[in-house]
């Protein structure tokens, strides 16, 4: 065999594999498209608003907080669908409630995801 000949089971190991490619809708974000996301996805975002202000305890919290706490809120406000106002509107409630020490044994913001979660409609 020369160098220029193809040799048939080389030709078959360098056949193309076919990919299907499934687009994901944007907005379905971490599951909400489903009961179980829409169910516990106000309350998740609440949860993950507490453990940065649990992270942020003491006089790291008057630091730290704001820096933390504004920039996931901004994310989870858009996640949610938020408009541009309202998204900032929650960063700042967010960074605010991470700066302020006295909230971190109290999980409110996951109060407040549960409550929103029991006041949307079906």
Same mark, same amino acid.
């Given at each position: 065999?020369?160098?220029?000949?193809?040799?048939?089971?080389?030709? =078959?190991?360098?056949?193309?594999?076919?990919?299907?490619?499934?687009?994901?809708?944007?907005?379905?974000?971490?599951? =909400?498209?489903?009961? !179980?996301? *829409?169910?516990?996805?106000?309350?998740?975002?609440?949860?993950?608003?507490?453990?940065?202000?649990? &992270?942020?305890?003491?006089?790291?919290?008057? $630091?730290?907080?704001?820096?933390?706490?504004?920039?996931?809120?901004? $994310? !989870? &406000?858009? &996640?949610?669908?938020?408009?541009?106002?309202? @998204?900032? $509107?929650? &960063?700042?409630?967010?960074?605010? $409630?991470?700066?302020?020490?006295?909230? @971190?044994?109290?999980?409110?913001?996951?109060? !407040?995801?549960?409550?929103?979660?029991? *006041? =949307?409609?079906?």
């Amino acid at each position: 065999m020369t160098k220029h000949e193809i040799d048939p089971e080389q030709e =078959q190991r360098e056949e193309a594999i076919e990919v299907d490619v499934e687009r994901l809708d944007p907005d379905d974000f971490g599951g =909400q498209g489903t009961n !179980l996301g *829409r169910a516990l996805g106000p309350v998740l975002a609440g949860f993950i608003i507490d453990v940065i202000d649990f &992270a942020t305890f003491g006089a790291i919290g008057l $630091y730290l907080g704001f820096l933390m706490g504004a920039p996931a809120g901004w $994310y !989870l &406000a858009r &996640a949610f669908g938020l408009g541009r106002r309202q @998204s900032l $509107y929650a &960063a700042l409630a967010c960074g605010a $409630y991470c700066t302020i020490p006295v909230t @971190s044994p109290i999980p409110v913001a996951m109060l !407040l995801g549960v409550w929103a979660r029991a *006041r =949307q409609k079906r």
